[in-house]
């Protein structure tokens, strides 16, 4: 079992900076692959960012040169740096783990955090 904590939004204005995090339970952390989706109002949750167990990462386009995932297993923390906000960036960010078990494969999700940025 994983319990996942997402901490860091907030209001901002355009062009600023907000540094999400995500707090996880669970000895497995280091074996998950973790996740940052958002969802804005009236739209579907879209996946932002990933990194996996060995550091991987990969973005959406949308968000790609402005935003940077990391992650420190010792800490059991996952983080979303995010810079050069835009008004489009407004929206519920989740964190998300996909973690493997010889049973299969399981997924948590945290609570969200509420990011706004507007001026």
């Known amino acids: 079992q994983v319990h996942l904590v997402e901490s860091g939004g907030g209001l901002v204005q355009p062009g600023g900076s907000l540094r999400l995090s995500c707090a996880a339970s669970g000895r497995i952390f280091s074996l998950s692959t973790m996740v940052w989706y958002r969802q804005a109002p009236g739209k579907e949750r879209e996946l932002v960012a990933r990194?996996?167990?060995?550091?991987?990462?990969n973005y959406a386009d949308s968000v790609k040169g402005r935003f940077t995932i990391s992650r420190d297993d010792a800490e059991n923390t996952v983080f979303l740096q995010m810079n050069g906000l835009k008004s489009e960036d407004t929206a519920v960010y989740y964190c998300?783990?996909?973690?493997?078990?010889?049973?299969?494969?399981?997924?948590?999700w945290g609570q969200g955090t509420q990011v706004t940025v507007s001026s």
């Open positions: 990194i996996t167990a060995g550091s991987r990462t």
């Open positions: 998300n783990a996909v973690t493997n078990y010889p049973s299969g494969t399981a997924l948590y």
